[in-house]
């Protein structure tokens, strides 16, 4: 494709895309289409000749769209906020127009130092340590596997240089709790520590906090038996229910013991930008990384997620590759950030990031969270009220965690007379209301059973989308 052809398909791709969101709030939140829909309507092989941009772009509508599910909807309430706003997706396009390639500095001097810039910029606008330096990483799920084999190669002092884990004398134990998100057992497994040397420590019942009591008796346990207890996973924000691990209270323990500290904010991390926020990580400067999503609530278009790291040295200690066909007159006095993580190549990610906070602001980014956390404590406050429905757990952010719990099956006080029958009238409401297209939440286990999350924070969700939520939830469940 020539520039001047891409002018014009450009133009009217920019057109179809705004069109696509205006148009948003009219289409059911989940997507209705069978598995093997899509792949149905597309050519079993590819196409030899060129087609029309014309023809592309009809299948945009036809064939891609009814198979997303809706996350800039106002309605979509499920999992956690998938934001990807429009200012965020220009600095995507760019990116994708620039095509730079980030393998070291000298392939792109601008791609690193506009990272370095605006990733500053973020550690400073959420309180961060000021020695502490970020990269952005694909996900929350690579960056605490980086955390992880930063902590293990510390613990080791390097032993990826010798035998690796393979000639370790003991094993080494990690710590978390059973609501971290299920990329920390899996990078806890992929760091070669084993499902067995993961811990997980109790729970206080209603804040699914981490207990710092019940984290210094695992940790002294493992030492008497002859285990190294190398690093904790500190969840600020759980997936569940947005609980928070005191980091304070956990600090001082790991520090006992020369653990690794990681905090795991990859939903938290955007509400950092509201200074009344930060009580949430009090404690981070004994901390060794942290990791936020402005993919999710923030609004950077996926993928980017944060990851600060206290001691930067020793992360381009463990990561640095030094092959002869990367080297540059520079080396030494620049950051390269394919020492700072897995892979080598790296997009323009920064872009997406420069873009939002410049065409955007911050104030207005701040006013948004400030309306989806007010939004959550009221609807918090009228589920509480209401006869038969249960707010489930603290709400710490903007994730209602609520049940609609009958008589029938379960006492006033709280007691499961029927856990059976709940779990399927929880499975059957929320179907109806996901399946009705009008508004999209999940339903979760919680301790055990369903529970049902109310993810406030789309870009366009006001009060009035929230209560006509709650109006859709009461309608339905108390119907069936
Ligand atoms: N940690 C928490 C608390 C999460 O909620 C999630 C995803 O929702 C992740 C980690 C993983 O994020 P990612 O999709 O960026 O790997």
Same mark, same amino acid.
């Given at each position: ?221 493992? &030492? *008497? /038996?002859?285990?190294?207890? $190398?690093? @904790? ?9 947005? !609980? %928070? +691990? ?62 600060? &790291? *206290? /001691?930067?040295?020793?992360? $381009?200690? @463990? ?9 540059? !007159? %520079? +080396? ?62 603290? &709400? *710490? ?18 007691? %499961? ?64």
């Amino acid at each position: 494709m020539k520039p001047e052809e891409f002018r014009t398909a450009a133009h009217a791709l920019v057109d179809w895309i705004a069109d696509y969101r205006e148009r948003i709030p009219d289409l059911p939140v989940q997507s209705r289409v069978k598995p093997g829909d899509v792949a149905g309507m597309l050519p079993t092989s590819a196409p030899v000749a060129p087609e029309s941009f014309d023809a592309v772009l009809r299948d945009l509508d036809r064939v891609v769209v009814p198979g997303i599910t809706q996350v800039q909807h106002p309605s979509f309430f499920g999992w956690f906020p998938s934001n990807a706003t429009l200012s965020s997706v220009l600095g995507d396009f760019a990116t994708a127009g620039l095509g730079a390639l980030g393998i070291t500095w000298q392939s792109a001097p601008s791609l690193t130092e506009v990272e370095e810039v605006v990733v500053g910029w973020l550690r400073e606008l959420t309180g961060l340590p000021e020695s502490w330096r970020g990269v952005i990483q694909d996900t929350a799920s690579t960056a605490c596997l980086v955390a992880l084999l930063a902590a293990r190669e510390r613990a080791t002092d390097y032993s990826e240089t010798r035998g690796g884990l393979q000639a370790e004398p003991a094993p080494m134990t990690v710590y978390t709790t059973e609501y971290a998100h299920s990329s920390i057992p899996k990078a806890v497994a992929l760091a070669g520590f084993g499902a067995d040397n993961l811990r997980v420590v109790a729970t206080d019942p209603w804040t699914r906090a981490m207990l710092p009591e019940a984290l210094a008796e695992a940790v002294a346990a493992d &030492v *008497a /038996d002859g285990r190294r207890p $190398v690093a @904790v996973v500190v969840n600020v924000g759980t997936t569940g229910t947005t !609980a %928070v +691990d005191p980091l304070a209270e956990i600090v001082p323990i790991a520090r006992e013991h020369g653990m690794w500290v990681h905090v795991d904010a990859a939903m938290a991390g955007s509400a950092l930008l509201l200074p009344e926020m930060r009580g949430l990580v009090a404690g981070l400067d004994g901390a060794d990384s942290l990791t936020w999503n402005p993919h999710k609530w923030m609004g950077a278009v996926l993928d980017c997620s944060l990851m600060y &790291v *206290a /001691d930067p040295q020793h992360l $381009v200690r @463990v990561m640095a590759t030094g092959p002869s066909y990367l080297r540059s !007159a %520079v +080396d030494g006095e620049v950051t390269q950030f394919k020492d700072w993580g897995i892979p080598l190549g790296r997009r323009f990610r920064a872009l997406k990031l420069w873009f939002q906070l410049r065409l955007d602001g911050v104030e207005a980014i701040q006013a948004r969270l400030r309306r989806d956390l007010a939004n959550a404590r009221a609807l918090a406050e009228q589920v509480e009220a209401a006869e038969g429905w249960r707010v489930l757990a603290p &709400v *710490a952010l903007q994730t209602v965690v609520l049940r609609h719990e009958p008589r029938a099956w379960v006492a006033p006080d709280g007691d %499961v007379l029927d856990g059976a029958a709940l779990d399927a009238h929880t499975l059957a409401w929320v179907d109806e209301v996901n399946s009705s297209g009008a508004a999209f939440i999940t339903p979760a286990k919680l301790d055990g059973r369903w529970s049902v999350r109310v993810s406030i924070g789309a870009e366009p969700t006001t009060s009035d989308d929230v209560a006509a939520l709650w109006h859709l939830l009461r309608t339905t469940a108390e119907r069936d």
